[in-house]
């Protein structure tokens, strides 16, 4: 007897094998005017974010260190712990992931990123 596996079954093996994790890749910061902020880097199958600082004008930049994350897959909901915005400001933002979207708030406001960005100097 010969069995055969349907087309659908198989197309959703092959998706599923090759599909990235919605936090892939590094996030830049969107900043009014278009100015180049912030870049996140999640580490997929761990828990900690690389944070690299908005660049200084001779291209350098600050890495903020200690910054974690938890991933919620099923509500796309991700909650970074760390201080973003510096010393004395929130270390606890909340947000969603849409796409190639991601927003982020806080009592100290809302950044929003958008995925593809490379960190700076690196």
């Known amino acids: 007897m010969h069995r ?20 892939a890749g590094g996030w830049g910061q969107k900043l009014p005017g278009g100015g ?18 908005a660049p200084r004008p001779d291209g350098t930049h600050d890495d903020i260190e200690g910054v974690t994350y938890a991933w ?18 929130a270390d606890t933002w909340t947000g969603s992931v849409r796409g190639a979207q991601m927003e982020l708030g806080s009592a100290d406001g ?13």
Not at 4 to 23: I, N, Y
Not at 72 to 89: H, Q, R, Y
Not at 110 to 122: C, D, M, P, V
């Open 4 to 23: 055969r596996t349907p087309w659908s079954v198989l197309f959703l093996l092959l998706a599923a094998c090759s599909s990235d994790h919605p936090l």
């Open 36 to 53: 180049t902020g912030m870049v996140l880097e999640f580490e997929l199958g761990g828990s900690r974010v690389v944070v690299h600082g």
């Open 72 to 89: 919620d897959a099923t509500a796309a909901a991700l909650t970074v712990k760390g201080p973003l915005l510096g010393a004395g400001k």
């Open 110 to 122: 809302k950044l929003e990123f958008a995925r593809g960005a490379k960190a700076h100097g690196h």
